[in-house]
């Protein structure tokens, strides 16, 4: 694998859109409320994917150092611990996207104020902690609760707060289906590693929860935000036009019988890949309709 290869991979281009998706549905929002800017736009996006990436690199080397990626596990190859990439590398990469990440956030600051300060700040150290520090919360049944605060609630809503200072219910609301379609990401991805997670002491919640009853909330996550979606938009308390994403619901049902039916990598690894993509493509639907007008 040439060097430029192993940096891409390294950053796992598949996880990058839900860092994005938050931000183009809180985007969405300010367009139908008609205070969109650029600047703002850009800066949240950048932020996004640069604390995405180094919290991508920051698992790379953690879990190298800990010796929980074997020869065993399923999926994306590991840099570090497969030695293609040296840990000073990868430790200077993670600096630098943090780095990035701390740019965006100034401007963001000087745009919106100390909740942005706040956000930014504990965003990094969730980063971080996912998986180092002496108890990565990810290692111990909590991943699911932090991906859904920060790629739902707090992406979501702290970017259309960073329009006009402002968090309105509709993107408080939103945000709840978003957030449950990211964390089916990550109930996917940790389904598919029931097994090597568990014999390298990884605590995660498909491990404590087993493999049934992991595919019984990976089912819940998933019908559960088109459930949300249609209520939030009947009542009106969203805007209606962002209905249109319940009509994306029929493509979930062939993610949910894989994930009943299968055990094998190869097949988890497709479901993991079309959770992204049903991610992506409600987020751009419901960031279409959330520009029509605000709720």
């Not at 979606?229 to 049902?253: D, H, Y």
């Amino acid at each position: 694998m040439n060097r430029r290869r192993a940096w891409w991979e390294a950053s796992r281009p598949h996880t990058l859109p839900a860092a994005a998706t938050p931000v183009l549905v809180g985007t969405g929002l300010a367009v139908g409320s008609d205070v969109f800017r650029w600047g703002p736009f850009l800066a949240a996006m950048l932020g996004a994917l640069a604390i995405q990436v180094a919290a991508n690199f920051t698992n790379d080397l953690s879990d190298a150092r800990k010796g929980a990626d074997t020869e065993e596990r399923i999926g994306p190859q590991r840099m570090v611990a497969t030695g293609v990439i040296s840990e000073r590398q990868m430790t200077a990469a993670t600096v630098l996207a943090f780095a990035l990440a701390s740019a965006a956030g100034v401007f963001l600051i000087v745009e919106a104020g100390w909740v942005i300060a706040a956000i930014g700040l504990v965003s990094i150290l969730a980063a971080i902690g996912y998986v180092g520090g002496p108890r990565p919360y990810g290692y111990h049944g909590l991943g699911e609760v932090f991906v859904f605060i920060f790629f739902g609630l707090v992406a979501t809503v702290g970017t259309r707060y960073v329009f006009d200072r402002s968090a309105p219910l509709d993107a408080w609301l939103l945000a709840i289906p978003v957030g449950f379609l990211v964390t089916a990401i990550l109930v996917a991805n940790n389904v598919r590693d029931i097994e090597t997670d568990a014999a390298t002491g990884k605590r995660t919640l498909a491990v404590i929860l087993g493999r049934e009853r992991t595919r019984s909330l990976f089912a819940v996550l998933v019908f559960g935000s088109f459930v949300a979606i249609a209520v939030f938009g009947v009542v009106g308390w969203t805007p209606q036009a962002t209905l249109f994403a319940v009509f994306l619901a029929p493509f979930s049902s062939s993610l949910v019988r894989t994930v009943y039916a299968k055990t094998e990598g190869p097949a988890l690894i497709r479901v993991l890949k079309g959770t992204a993509r049903l991610h992506l493509l409600v987020g751009l639907v419901l960031a279409a309709g959330a520009a029509v007008g605000s709720g």
